[in-house]
């Protein structure tokens, strides 16, 4: 049976679209890579007791990532609640779009920039909110909003956002106790240490130089393959993968156009597109939290118009 406008979300689940078992296989891989690095680190540190204390900082980074980064993502955006009032149009498009993914409404908030652009945040599909800017409500039309508001919710049923969350903490985390190390052993502190601590501080110096770069890159493949599963997954909700290929490109322009303001790295990541993209040269987009926008829109071209759920 073709799942359409009127076919009841209750007791039905959408099947997985094509090619996101390989990504989140990769996703699974990554994350496994990153709490390795820390292991590592902590193991380098001062044996069995470094890796307890770094896995134990990693459950603390985790657990606060947790709870506290949907709120934090907002504040640190200046998004504020919007009213079905405020926003009819959103919440008309997230209300069908929900009731045909068996999804429950999230809470909807604008984010008061000229920049052209989107994010979805929360633990899980109960505990979620999507942000738009003003900017992406006057650049883009109904059909190539609902591709990204799409988008935005196969973030949310798919849990990427806690995902990315908890990539980001714990690269962070790699990166932090890297820049310690590094620094104690400039001031000699790393001499001092014996081997009943774990490993010689050559090795522990090696793990401060490395690890937070192998960290870093890791956190953006976590980054982008979420991504690419987001789109194929909102472009299957839509129906038609080409008002989202559409959104992107116009995106990417409207970025370029009107940098965005508030925030910054930290949470560039949660955005549908980049917002510190700028024009990008080829070195930059190694380290960008997302794939390249025309990788992205070739992948969505390639899918067949007329996706539905079967």
Request: proline share 6%; aromatic share 8%; charged share 20%.
């Amino acid at each position: 049976m073709a799942w359409n406008e009127s076919t009841p979300a209750r007791g039905m689940k959408p099947p997985k679209v094509p090619g996101t078992g390989r990504n989140y296989a990769k996703t699974a891989m990554l994350m496994a890579f990153l709490i390795a690095l820390l292991a590592i680190g902590g193991q380098a540190w001062g044996g069995y007791q470094g890796m307890l204390l770094f896995g134990s900082i990693g459950l603390v980074f985790n657990f606060l990532s947790y709870w506290f980064s949907d709120r934090l993502a907002l504040m640190m955006n200046r998004a504020q609640p919007a009213a079905r009032e405020q926003l009819p149009e959103v919440y008309e498009i997230v209300e069908r779009l929900t009731r045909k993914a068996g999804m429950p409404m999230p809470r909807i908030y604008v984010i008061p920039s000229a920049t052209p652009n989107a994010f979805a945040t929360g633990r899980s599909p109960s505990h979620a909110a999507v942000a738009v800017t003003d900017g992406i409500l006057r650049l883009l039309d109904r059909r190539q909003l609902e591709g990204v508001l799409a988008h935005e919710l196969t973030h949310v049923r798919n849990r990427d956002i806690l995902i990315s969350t908890i990539a980001a903490a714990v690269a962070g985390l790699v990166s932090s106790l890297g820049y310690a190390v590094r620094w104690g052993a400039m001031l000699g502190g790393l001499s001092s240490r014996d081997d009943e601590r774990g490993g010689s501080a050559l090795e522990m110096l090696a793990w401060a130089i490395l690890a937070p770069i192998v960290a870093l890159l890791l956190q953006l493949a976590v980054s982008r393959s979420r991504e690419f599963g987001a789109d194929a997954g909102g472009a299957e909700l839509v129906g038609d993968p080409g008002p989202l290929a559409d959104a992107l490109l116009a995106l990417e322009r409207g970025n370029e156009v009107q940098p965005y303001e508030y925030a910054g790295p930290a949470t560039a990541h949660m955005f549908i597109v980049n917002p510190f993209h700028g024009a990008g040269s080829k070195l930059m987009r190694l380290f960008s939290t997302h794939p390249s926008v025309e990788e992205r829109v070739r992948r969505l071209r390639e899918m067949r118009p007329g996706v539905r759920f079967a």
